[in-house]
């Protein structure tokens, strides 16, 4: 089993939409959780972190943890051809290491 | 102002050929990782720098691989005798200190091996 689960996708919404991402992990240690989006041939670029349970806003952007379930989501409002992208999820522990989910090929429509 | 960047951009070699990629951090940045992306797959953790301790090098898939970094510097991962199953894009990426989720990490854009 992976540590990290995520659908790959392909995920393609109209412009204006809520966009829903989400990666779902096995192992109960991880606390902190992160959202990156990669354009096209670029590195990945941190959008939003949240440590443990919770919820964390920016702008249109919202972080959600579910521990208990071992579920993270990320959404996305009134969404713009702009966001189109992969959006990679992380998790680490306290260790060194993180763990990227697969990511997830997201196109907003015009 | 500069961020990460790497080299080569692409670069295709014949099985059992060894090759060399380089990174160049962000100045000042003492962390530094290396990572390999899969096509659909993610992100896997190879090794990471932190200033002059020794590296965690948990990550590398085979004795294979090996990296240097000179002090908070440039960095380069090595490939010894190739294979197929090498084919990805490296990743390099700092931070300014230890790896915490809060550190953000930086990415250069990327090496694009492929082995024939």
């Known amino acids: 089993q992976k540590e990290v689960e995520q659908d790959p996708g392909p995920l393609s919404v109209p412009e204006g939409a809520i966009v829903s991402l989400n990666c779902t992990y096995s192992n109960s240690a991880f606390q902190y959780f992160m959202w990156y989006r990669q354009y096209s041939r670029k590195g990945p670029e941190l959008l939003m972190y949240t440590y443990s349970s919770g919820n964390k806003e920016d702008g249109r952007f919202t972080a959600q943890v579910d521990k208990s379930s071992k579920y993270i989501s990320l959404f996305i409002r009134d969404s713009q051809p702009s966001d189109s992208a992969t959006y990679l999820c992380?998790?680490?522990?306290?260790?060194?290491?993180?763990?990227f989910g697969t990511g997830t090929s997201l196109t907003v429509i015009p | 102002g500069a961020g990460v960047s790497q080299s080569p951009s692409n670069k295709v070699t014949e099985k059992g050929k060894d090759v060399e990629l380089r990174c160049d951090p962000i100045s000042g940045h003492t962390a530094l990782y290396w990572y390999r992306q899969r096509l659909g797959q993610g992100l896997e953790f190879l090794i990471y720098?932190?200033?002059?301790?020794?590296?965690?090098k948990s990550g590398l898939p085979s004795d294979r691989f090996s990296a240097e970094r000179t002090g908070e510097s440039v960095s380069t991962l090595t490939i010894q005798r190739t294979q197929q199953e090498d084919s990805a894009v490296y990743l390099c990426a700092s931070s300014v200190r230890r790896p915490a989720p809060q550190e953000t990490q930086y990415f250069g854009p990327g090496t694009r091996l492929l082995v024939l």
């Open positions: 720098f932190q200033g002059n301790s020794a590296p965690d």
């Open positions: 992380a998790m680490s522990g306290t260790g060194n290491q993180f763990y």
